[in-house]
């Protein structure tokens, strides 16, 4: 089995996809002196690669999984990403609101993937 076309990569894709997407949406916020179009321009640069990795994931997994479980994949991968990015680079503590959101989105993604479960 090729790394392409295994259940593995598309998640593997996606979870380095979400690591340049968080730095290129927010990663800025620590240089807020900044200019706003240099930002941009940076966050562009930034999310070409995010798109380079993002592609391959959904085309690839698309073999094995269903365009809604590849989103809530991305989306729950986000969320994971985006809670060590905060917590970590912008030193922003994750409340107990938004641990309990995110699990409410963690539980609606297993009623996505249940029958894969079973």
Known sequence: MSFSSSA??????LLLSNVFM???WYGHLKF?????LAV???SWGIAFFE???AVPANRWGSATYSVVELKTMQ??????????FST?????ALT?????GFALIAAGAFFIFKDRLA
């Open 8 to 13: 593995i990569a598309p998640v593997f894709l």
């Open 22 to 24: 968080t730095f290129a």
């Open 32 to 36: 807020k002196e900044s200019p706003l």
């Open 40 to 42: 941009i321009l940076v």
């Open 51 to 53: 798109y380079c990795l």
């Open 75 to 84: 989306e729950v991968i986000t969320l994971v990403v985006f809670g060590v």
């Open 88 to 92: 970590f680079y912008l030193k922003q």
């Open 96 to 100: 107990l609101n938004h641990l309990i």
